[in-house]
């Protein structure tokens, strides 16, 4: 009997092991992956521009399957917003406005001259990788309507922060006599706007670091006591 139940014993092999989920190295995988597809497609929208670049060819450059760029971020408008709202963020997820460090920094400051040079700074640091996406954004806004709607979107958003962002250099030590909170808040929005740092710095070659010095300057003797 004992041979017998011995014998049955060594037939019952034990259960392997329970494969764990690697939970972290699935997110691993797919950060790296939506890495590429950014990457690859800024590449591709900046050397071709955005209605010539084709969501087939940013999968083949990113190395992945086309369901796999359509499931990590969306259609097409969907991934150059993306990519809009990462170079303002300057980070792997887009930030909100008042999240961001360089808002942080300039709230927190007391001196209205400083609010502004840290502003300025935050631009020169912002528009290498913005102001090349909005050159794209604004070539495709003219036959594309929701490139056309995040172009205004845009503009406007970053209206209404300039217009936040007078307050409170306003608050910290007054504007100049016979400038309005209107007129600050738009002289702001149009010389901090991609476009003009495109025109001083790729057409009329400046360097970032001059513009950046040169904002500071302009914002100071226009806007303050």
Do not use: C
């Not at 490139?147 to 007054?174: H, K, P, Y």
């Not at 991609?194 to 001083?200: A, C, K, N, Q, S």
């Amino acid at each position: 009997m004992n041979d017998i139940l011995g014998a049955m014993d060594s037939d019952v092999k034990p259960s392997p092991p329970k494969r764990r989920y690697d939970v972290s190295r699935r997110r691993m995988a797919a950060a790296e992956t939506r890495r590429a597809i950014i990457a690859a497609a800024r590449r591709l929208f900046l050397e071709h521009g955005y209605a010539a670049t084709t969501m087939p060819a940013i999968a083949e450059a990113a190395g992945v399957a086309l369901d796999t760029v359509y499931a990590t971020i969306g259609p097409k408008p969907a991934l150059f917003r993306h990519l809009i709202e990462l170079a303002i963020s300057g980070a792997d997820q887009p930030v909100p406005a008042e999240e961001r460090d360089y808002v942080r920094a300039i709230r927190g400051e007391p001196d209205p001259r400083r609010k502004l040079a840290l502003y300025a700074h935050a631009i020169r640091m912002i528009h290498p990788r913005l102001a090349p996406l909005f050159r794209v954004l604004r070539e495709a806004a003219r036959g594309e309507p929701e490139l056309a709607a995040l172009w205004t979107e845009i503009a406007e958003r970053r209206a209404r922060n300039m217009r936040l962002f007078v307050t409170d250099v306003a608050a910290a030590g007054g504007l100049r006599a016979g400038v309005t909170m209107d007129e600050a808040a738009d002289l702001v929005w149009a010389t901090n706007a991609p476009e003009f740092y495109l025109l001083l710095v790729d057409e009329r070659g400046w360097d970032p670091e001059r513009f950046e010095r040169w904002l500071t300057e302009l914002w100071i003797r226009v806007l303050l006591p």
